[in-house]
């Protein structure tokens, strides 16, 4: 059954370096979110697309994050480079705008900077 | 915002009870969503109200919504250890769905 998918599903990385994390929404959906989800913030809207434009991403600290869509099965979430307060899972989500606008969520990446 | 929050944050009940958890929002809404988290899963879509409906069904679940109060409730009947999960709600209106923190819901066998 089609499903959003996330890779990678776990990263561990240090202090300072890139990571790039990938999401494949659901075919024929047209809007992607990211999220970020600790247990301090609940889940938080980090950033999203219509038709691959990207909307808004205010919350995303733009400094080091960057949210593209590539093409239409292909979103990524760059944080370079990275610091250990990044430390959280995300998550992407699809949906079809409109009503109603049900979103449909990815597996998440756990990423862990130390 | 539309920010749903959800009350209580945390809620223990014994296997077979009912559950019933709460949501405030603050604007107009077009629908208000409830879903669901399992550990170390991304959230599952449960059931959506809309604006103009006060009650919806789907299985063991129950939503009411109360558009004068800006509020809402999820009520699961004869709870099972499988419910175990935090529950969002996330309202609907002119942006993008935004979640509260959810309730975590611990049905114990």
């Known amino acids: 059954d089609a499903r959003v998918t996330q890779t990678p599903r776990h990263k561990v990385t240090e202090m300072g370096q890139e990571v790039t994390m990938r999401c494949q929404p659901i075919l024929g959906h047209n809007t992607v979110f990211w999220y970020r989800q600790t247990m301090m913030q609940g889940l938080e809207l980090l950033a999203y697309f219509r038709n691959r434009a990207p909307l808004d991403d205010s919350g995303m600290p733009k400094d080091r994050f960057s949210a593209e869509m590539p093409d239409a099965t292909l979103a990524t979430l760059k944080i370079q480079p990275s610091e250990p307060r990044d430390s959280a899972v995300y998550f992407c989500?699809?949906?079809?705008?409109?009503?109603?606008?049900?979103?449909?969520f990815g597996p998440g990446t756990r990423l862990t900077v130390l | 915002s539309q920010q749903g929050e959800e009350d209580p944050q945390a809620l223990s009940i014994q296997e077979g009870e009912n559950a019933t958890m709460n949501c405030s929002y603050k604007?107009?809404?077009?629908?208000l969503q409830w879903y669901r988290q399992n550990s170390g899963r991304g959230l599952v879509h449960l059931i959506l109200?809309?604006?103009?409906?006060r009650e919806k069904h789907s299985g063991r679940l129950r939503v009411t919504l109360d558009t004068s109060k800006k509020s809402s409730s999820l009520l699961i009947t004869a709870s099972r250890a499988a419910d175990t999960a935090s529950y969002f709600c996330?309202?609907?209106?002119?942006?993008?769905?935004?979640f509260g923190k959810g309730t975590r819901l611990s049905v114990i066998a």
């Open positions: 989500a699809s949906g079809l705008a409109g009503a109603p606008d049900t979103q449909y």
């Open positions: 604007t107009s809404i077009n629908n």
């Open positions: 109200i809309r604006s103009n409906e």
């Open positions: 996330a309202a609907s209106g002119n942006t993008p769905l935004v």
